[in-house]
């Protein structure tokens, strides 16, 4: 099965960390952009960040710049988003997408665009 699968999400006081994976499990990651969305209760999902193919191009929200950081590691089939001083407003449902091309990844929150779209997983920040 040909599926994106995420991971790391938990309940982690404001300033703290958590490291959200995004995996591909029956085909590779190396030939994909890959995005972070993100959908908080009663909000609009939102891109959070991306990473092009080659990793060289990033681009982030301007909430998570500074805080946030993705990388991709090809030989482990994954794509981390590091996240750092972590606010009540992080909270919400993270999904990774992945699509061959980096502006869509970077733009587009609509499912249909994609053949990819993980699961989600929960990231709450609260004390």
């Known amino acids: 099965q040909l599926q994106l699968v995420e991971s790391g999400g938990d309940l982690v006081q404001p300033g703290g960390s958590l490291r959200l994976s995004c995996s591909a499990s029956g085909f590779t990651l190396e030939r994909y952009a890959i995005g972070w969305y993100r959908q908080a209760p009663g909000k609009e999902r939102g891109m959070v960040s991306c990473?092009?193919?080659?990793?060289?191009?990033?681009k982030y929200t301007d909430s998570v710049k500074g805080r946030f950081t993705i990388s991709r590691d090809n030989a482990e089939n994954t794509v981390y988003l590091q996240m750092n001083n972590l606010q009540p407003e992080d909270t919400g449902v993270y999904y990774c997408v992945a699509d061959e091309w980096f502006f869509k990844v970077c733009r587009s929150a609509y499912r249909g665009d994609y053949d990819y779209w993980g699961q989600g997983i929960q990231v709450t920040v609260s004390s």
């Open positions: 990473v092009s193919v080659t990793g060289d191009g990033t």
